[in-house]
């Protein structure tokens, strides 16, 4: 149950994170660089962890976060793990997308 709830709340940051890409074009200009996905994973990652540290959890399970040694590793820890994964995954450029508007496909063989 734990490992298909954890599955879930993944598919629904990431579906959070589809929506923000698709309405603000200025988030897709910055994820046109391998440097940009690095900047918005560094500020996804922690959002995540924030609202579900400080906001979910605390609502769900009744208890407040304690702000321990692991609790700054997970923080800092959705930068690569979660974030990375969800921000270049959805940012990708995909065979017919509107990136690819525009070019002439090469053709091959003779």
Same mark, same amino acid.
């Given at each position: 149950?734990?490992?298909?709830?954890?599955?879930?709340? &993944? /598919?629904?940051?990431? *579906?959070?994170? @589809?929506?923000?890409? #698709? +309405?603000?074009?200025? %988030?897709?200009?910055?994820?046109?660089?391998?440097?940009?996905?690095?900047?918005?994973? &560094? /500020?996804?990652?922690? *959002?995540?962890? @924030?609202?579900?540290? #400080? +906001?979910?959890?605390? %609502?769900?399970?009744?208890?407040?976060?304690?702000?321990?040694?692991?609790?700054?590793?997970? /923080?800092?820890?959705?930068?690569?793990?979660?974030?990375?994964?969800?921000?270049?995954?959805?940012?990708?450029?995909?065979?017919?997308?509107?990136?690819?508007?525009?070019?002439?496909?090469?053709?091959?063989?003779?």
């Amino acid at each position: 149950m734990g490992l298909l709830l954890h599955c879930a709340v &993944a /598919l629904g940051w990431s *579906a959070v994170f @589809l929506a923000l890409y #698709l +309405a603000w074009p200025r %988030l897709r200009r910055a994820l046109a660089s391998p440097r940009g996905v690095l900047a918005v994973a &560094a /500020l996804y990652g922690p *959002a995540i962890w @924030l609202v579900m540290s #400080l +906001a979910v959890i605390p %609502l769900l399970g009744g208890r407040p976060p304690a702000f321990v040694f692991r609790w700054w590793v997970q /923080l800092v820890g959705h930068i690569p793990f979660v974030a990375v994964p969800i921000v270049a995954m959805i940012s990708r450029p995909t065979v017919g997308s509107a990136r690819d508007a525009g070019r002439t496909p090469v053709a091959s063989g003779a």
